[in-house]
């Protein structure tokens, strides 16, 4: 069955510290994976998706199949990026039916 | 260009009655789905549907209804409310591959359910 594990609820680090997001599949397939992020009390926003391979507000992710991860990266953590984070799985091509992570709560502290 | 718009933002319900999320996009996307959030349990999906006509169960499908008589709208039906419904509900829509790919969200309706 196709999963989608996101280990950390909640994340802490300062202004200017790097950031890592973690994000482990479950799923057969050949996947597509995105992110999307939250902000307070907002509709949900696409991120990043895998395919595209871009770089959006710093945030990177790669998708490494032996380790089936798909870890969301940025280098310095800004203020405004405190946000929920949610990892997809696309589990019919084209995105038509995707899985959610529980989520996780990043906060960077000033 | 309103992109998706849910309606209500807000819902109170009283165990067992009956109501519609509406969800609109201008999109012109063929797919839509219904996600329900919960805290700790990230989003769930509910229905979704691939055209006009074609709906389908996703995970979490017991008391809700769909319809997609056109593209534009994809309803969502509470036959009779739970408390167990008390959520936030999103609805989405996506284009095909090679248009806007991933999907639009919109902003959410709060039901509470007493």
Redesign the interface.
């Known amino acids: 069955a196709q999963r989608v594990t996101q280990p950390e609820k909640l994340l802490s680090v300062f202004k200017g510290a790097p950031v890592e997001l973690k994000c482990n599949y479950s799923y057969s397939g050949s996947p597509e994976l995105f992110w999307y992020v939250q902000y307070s009390r907002q509709r949900l926003q696409l991120l990043l998706r895998h395919i595209s391979r871009e770089s959006i507000k710093g945030f990177t992710a790669d998708l490494n199949k032996g380790e089936t991860s798909f870890h969301l990266k940025k280098p310095f953590a800004q203020e405004e990026d405190s946000a929920m984070y949610y990892c997809a799985l696309s589990v019919m091509w084209g995105a038509q039916k995707l899985v959610f992570g529980q989520g996780t709560r990043l906060t960077i502290n000033p | 260009n309103a992109g998706v718009t849910q309606t209500p933002k807000f819902q109170v319900l009283k165990t067992g009655q009956s109501m519609t999320l509406q969800c609109a996009q201008d999109m012109n996307h063929e ?1 839509m ?1 219904w ?1 329900r959030q919960d805290p ?6 509910i229905h ?1 549907s ?1 055209g006009a006509g074609i709906t389908d169960q ?2 979490v499908p017991n008391g809700y209804n769909v319809s997609r008589s056109t593209t534009e709208d994809f309803p969502l039906r509470l036959l009779s409310a739970a408390p167990s419904q008390t959520s936030v509900y ?1 609805c ?1 829509s ?1 284009g ?2 090679g248009q806007s ?8 309706t709060r039901l509470t359910v007493v």
């Not at chain 2, 790919?101 to 959410?108: A, E, L, V």
């Open positions: 797919y789905s996600y700790g349990m990230g989003l769930r999906l979704y691939v996703g995970e999103f989405a996506s095909r591959p790919y991933g999907y639009t969200f919109g902003s959410g």
